[in-house]
């Protein structure tokens, strides 16, 4: 196997980032970049294990009950859906195998490693202990990625720029979703004031914050490219993704009038409740999860995030400038 420094390029999404390495070809769309592994870092929209694993605490939450991994696995793998992620359907249009979790011993790593853990952070977690923010599952944030990255590989550097240090070539930084658009968010900021709404009866201030956030992040990433201008360097527009499915909701066969509920929940207008959430006792998932967007009012539907990888994936690769 060759070293990462010999063949580290990268792609694509997550919370926070994900990378490919490559050097197989294939002729197909996606495939033309020629990448043969990927790794992943980020959160729950793409952890694919590592809690479940990483402590009893984490093997206790939600994530490892039915019907989490109903659709697909036929039972949870501590994937936070009812099926596949963006991350799994990102490796099979590169004609790789689904990632496996860094955690579980013992697996096939020759086409990558999964490092992403849910409930991670971007700042370490000491950091915002000293803040007065607990972050409650775990303590693996995304500076604790990269170690384990650099464990399973190279010397440790410092969030993208230690990324690009590890010779990446291609890296993709995704944005943030419309959060205001989560059913959880909906429901504990409900209020009767119309216009706290925008056209899809989202919270207004939440998508504020999302696109001022994912404007700041823009920026960063125009100042990374001019440091590192050998570095292919590609912003993930999840936000606008997220908008194209709502837009077109009907078409891709979403149920236009469930949009904001949540398949897997309880009550309420938006089928969420805090106290009893997808995976308690006696909460059960909608009949038919493939005509809704949101799972259980935090994470998306199996069927949302094969729509919204695709829908990536095809505003990507033209940036990625692979060859042909």
């Not at 775990?138 to 990324?163: A, E, G, H, K």
């Amino acid at each position: 196997m060759s070293t990462i420094q010999e063949d580290f390029q990268v792609v694509l999404i997550s919370t926070f980032l994900f990378l490919v390495f490559s050097s197989s070809c294939d002729a197909q769309p996606f495939r033309r970049c020629k990448f043969d592994s990927i790794y992943q870092l980020g959160d729950s929209i793409s952890d694919t294990g590592n809690l479940i694993i990483e402590s009893s605490l984490g093997a206790a939450t939600q994530c490892s009950q039915l019907p989490y991994g109903e659709t697909f696995f036929n039972e949870p793998t501590g994937r936070c859906s009812n099926g596949l992620l963006m991350i799994d359907y990102v490796a099979l249009e590169a004609g790789l195998p689904f990632l496996n979790p860094y955690l579980k011993k013992d697996s096939d790593f020759s086409h990558g490693v999964n490092f992403a853990i849910t409930g991670a952070t971007a700042l370490s977690t000491s950091f915002l202990a000293a803040k007065g923010v607990i972050p409650p599952f775990t303590n693996s944030s995304l500076n604790v990625q990269l170690d384990w990255m650099s464990s399973f590989s190279v010397p440790p550097f410092t969030m993208i720029q230690r990324v690009i240090q590890y010779g990446a070539r291609r890296v993709v930084v995704p944005g943030n979703f419309p959060i205001g658009c989560l059913p959880m968010y909906l429901t504990i900021f409900k209020t009767n004031n119309t216009a706290a709404y925008d056209e899809f009866n989202c919270l207004k201030g939440f998508n504020d914050f999302a696109e001022y956030y994912n404007e700041r992040l823009q920026q960063a990433i125009e100042e990374l490219r001019n440091e590192n201008p050998d570095t292919v360097i590609v912003y993930a527009d999840y936000y606008n993704a997220f908008q194209w499915l709502f837009r077109n909701a009907l078409f891709q066969g979403l149920d236009p009038a469930s949009l904001l509920k949540a398949c897997c929940g309880v009550g309420g207008e938006y089928n969420y409740d805090g106290a009893r959430t997808c995976g308690a006792p006696g909460v059960q998932a909608c009949p038919d999860p493939d005509r809704l967007v949101h799972w259980d009012g935090i994470h998306l539907t199996q069927k949302a995030y094969m729509l919204i990888a695709k829908w990536l994936i095809q505003d990507i690769l033209p940036k990625l400038q692979c060859n042909a």
